[in-house]
């Protein structure tokens, strides 16, 4: 059973940073595609950063580019996301992602949306 559980949200000022985590397991995590998601209040989801083991290829969304950084652990089947400079606008659920290999780039996976979700953690960044 592919299981992801996602911690580290919190609330913080704008400036700020927080770093997530995600726990892994029920699959070949150096295998699958792997990132994070987020959803805002009345906005649809997006896909924030993804990393395609296929194709060695990250995707940050636009919005974050330059102020997060995703990295995994291989060896501890964990998955990070760093995130700087926060905006009261990254204010969101956010959560770890899983797929199976599909041979797609990044850029499809956190367009396209991925097979396997954690529950969420929710980041709140205040003005």
Known sequence: EVQLQASGGG????GGSLRLSCTASGFTFEDWAIGW????PGKEREGVSCI?????ST???DSVKGRFTISS???????YLQMNNLKPED??????????PKYATSNWYCNHGM???????QVTVSS
């Open 115 to 121: 097979d396997y979700w954690g529950k969420g953690t």
């Open 91 to 100: 204010t969101a659920v956010y959560y770890c992602v899983a797929d199976s």
């Open 11 to 14: 609330l913080v000022q704008a």
């Open 37 to 40: 998601f987020r959803q805002a």
């Open 52 to 56: 395609s083991r296929e194709t060695g």
């Open 73 to 79: 652990d291989n060896s501890e089947n964990t998955l």
């Open 59 to 61: 995707y940050y969304a």
